[in-house]
Nanobody, 127 residues
Framework: VQLQASGGGLVQAGGSLRLSCAASGFTFDDYAIGWFRQVPGKEREGVSCIDSRDGSTHYKQFVKGRFTISSDNVKNTVYLQMNSLQPEDTAVYYC?????????????????????WGQGTLVTVSS
């Protein structure tokens, strides 16, 4: 199982970035994919997640209306479109995969339910 996160970079406040999480080594439709972020010295926090089979999504309040998660089941890739970025969005962003089973999307908001993690991509937002 492999998750490859990419798309991070340096952007000015108000700008946009699109992160990608390319998955391989497992049946994509059987998994939920989550995006998390972490700032040094702080706990990893959830950002958004998506059920790859039915497309249901969940967003943390602080990104609602700014970030959009989507899934391309042909490319086995999940995207996180981030608009209106602010300096407080600066973090290393990680994607993770968890077997969906028959669980509701809200189950996948916790990092503890994820089995597989990508290596992280750094997002830096300058003021």
């Amino acid at each position: 199982v492999q998750l490859q996160a990419s798309g991070g970079g340096l952007v000015q406040a108000g700008g946009s970035l699109r992160l990608s999480c390319a998955a391989s080594g497992f049946t994509f439709d059987d998994y939920a994919i989550g995006w998390f972020r972490q700032v040094p010295g702080k706990e990893r926090e959830g950002v958004s997640c998506i059920d790859s089979r039915d497309g249901s999504t969940h967003y943390k309040q602080f990104v609602k209306g700014r970030f959009t998660i989507s899934s391309d089941n042909v490319k086995n890739t999940v995207y996180l479109q981030m608009n209106s970025l602010q300096p407080e969005d600066t973090a290393v962003y990680y994607c993770a995969a968890s077997q969906r089973g028959y669980k509701e999307i809200a189950y996948f908001t916790s990092s503890s339910v994820y089995n597989y993690w990508g290596q992280g991509t750094l997002v830096t937002v300058s003021s």
